[in-house]
């Protein structure tokens, strides 16, 4: 009895932690586009100033390294959404390990499918085709980790 209410628990607080994730995605997407470009501008150059102490000679163009950890923030936000949604997903199911990783994986690329399109009612953004294929690269990446690291594990506990 003891033991089936902890794997409840820890099932509630997995798909908590995917619930938790998409809500701070999703309100990362409700900023206006000055404000969302601001963040990042802010973030690219906390990182250069970073990268200038430690390499003297430095020739970074702003507003490309402002482009690139745009990418970059889709690509880990949604790597760490495929971790958490691979890990729920396990917790629930007890089916294939393939089809664990294709459920994970459809959730999270159906969810940036819906943020590309909320974006769309933002205003200064837009909906990317692009962003939504670096959110499922990142989401693909996170799942075939976690994957893997269970894989790993499983054999480790017995």
Not at 98 to 119: M, N
């Amino acid at each position: 009895m003891r033991n089936t209410k902890r794997f409840n628990y820890i099932r509630i607080i997995a798909w908590a932690a995917v619930i938790c994730w998409m809500f701070l995605i999703f309100y990362m997407s409700a900023q206006p586009g000055h404000q969302s470009d601001q963040l990042s501008k802010g973030f690219a150059a906390t990182i250069l100033r970073a990268v200038e102490k430690i390499f003297s000679q430095t020739d970074i163009d702003m507003s490309k390294f402002n482009y690139f950890i745009r990418k970059n923030a889709h690509f880990f936000s949604y790597l760490l959404l495929g971790m958490l949604a691979a890990y729920a997903v396990r917790k629930v199911s007890s089916h294939s390990f393939w089809r664990r990783a294709v459920y994970a994986l459809g959730l999270c690329v159906l969810f940036a499918i819906s943020d590309e399109l909320h974006q769309l009612y933002v205003p200064g953004r837009s909906a990317r085709v692009f962003d939504v294929m670096i959110d499922s690269a990142g989401a693909t990446v996170g799942i075939a980790l976690t994957m893997a690291w269970q894989r790993w594990r499983k054999p480790r506990q017995k």
